[in-house]
């Protein structure tokens, strides 16, 4: 079993990315965002103990976090590895992640600070399928309809505003960019310049991932 992971600051397009390269690598996307947003809506001791640190910006703590993901990687769709999409953020997380699971390449997505707020402020997705669109550089083809989907749902993130942005950059820096020289060290840290268009940047996974 050998997985992914997408490495890169707050709106770097993980996400995006992630639903991109799912069909060419067979990897489920594992992000542990996505799985305490839906921790948050239940209502789960999990979800009401994470809300207060996502509402503020800040990393939830890495016990809760490594629960998630051992439990995650039980599960019948996960046995061939699976493509992380904003995990590990911490070296206790990477060091946790060594003993779950086979880690054969690290895709760092890089996109300049001054980008990420306009990129984070824009985005939405569809509420069906999840597709991520953004009002400037990644609208939906058609007003209010999802081009993957057709649905006319979408929704935006509570944390996707200024304010909080900035607390998640700063969470990035200090926390979870120390991880780069953790994995550089391994020889499986591939750096990709994600300030590009789309399609560009999934070529270059694409051939990162051979
Ligand atoms: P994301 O959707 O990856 O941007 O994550 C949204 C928020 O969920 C983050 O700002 C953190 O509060 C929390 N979060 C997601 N993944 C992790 C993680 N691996 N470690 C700690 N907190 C996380």
């Not at 992971?5 to 993980?14: D, H, I, Q, S, Y």
């Not at 069909?23 to 001791?45: E, H, I, K």
């Not at 926390?175 to 020889?187: I, V």
């Amino acid at each position: 079993m050998e997985s992914i992971v997408l490495f890169g600051p707050p709106g770097a397009g993980k996400g995006t990315q992630a639903q991109r390269i799912m069909d060419s690598t067979g990897l489920p996307q594992v992000s542990t965002g996505d799985m305490l947003r839906a921790a948050v809506s239940a209502g789960t001791p999990t979800g009401i103990e994470a809300k207060k640190y996502m509402d503020a910006g800040q990393l939830v703590p890495d016990e809760v976090i490594i629960a998630l993901i051992k439990d995650r990687i039980q599960e019948a769709d996960a046995v061939n590895g699976v493509m992380f999409d904003g995990f590990p953020r911490t070296i206790p997380q990477a060091e946790a992640l060594s003993g779950i699971t086979e880690v054969s390449h690290v895709i760092a997505i890089e996109v300049p600070d001054g980008k990420i707020v306009e990129r984070i402020c824009g985005r939405y997705t569809c509420a069906d399928c999840g597709a991520v669109f953004h009002d400037s550089f990644n609208p939906t083809t058609v007003e209010g309809k999802c081009d993957s989907c057709g649905s006319g749902q979408f929704k935006r993130r509570a944390d996707d505003n200024a304010d909080t942005v900035m607390s998640r950059l700063n969470a990035y820096h200090e926390q979870t960019s120390p991880l780069a020289d953790w994995y550089r060290l391994k020889g499986i840290f591939h750096v990709i310049d994600g300030d590009r268009e789309i399609d560009h940047i999934t070529e270059d996974i694409l051939s990162a991932l051979k």
